[in-house]
């Protein structure tokens, strides 16, 4: 989940939230959204690989 900031940045949201917390964890902070969906690809790889 992409998320824009009032600063303009973008944070990468997880999909679920943490079980101890009740909020979603924080997968990194980038300048443009193409640079955030970017990376939220290759997280999403990288999850396919490890499962």
């Given amino acids: 989940m992409i998320r ?3 600063s303009g ?3 990468i949201y997880s999909r679920k939230t ?3 917390t009740g ?3 924080n997968l ?3 300048e ?3 640079a955030a969906r970017k ?3 290759e997280i999403q790889y990288f999850k396919r ?3």
Wanted: no cysteine; glycine share 8%.
């Fill in 4 to 6: 824009k900031l009032r």
């Fill in 39 to 41: 990376h939220e690809r």
């Fill in 49 to 51: 690989l490890k499962g």
């Fill in 9 to 11: 940045m973008y944070r």
């Fill in 18 to 20: 943490n079980p101890l």
């Fill in 28 to 30: 990194g902070t980038f």
């Fill in 32 to 34: 443009t959204l193409e």
């Fill in 23 to 25: 909020k979603r964890r």
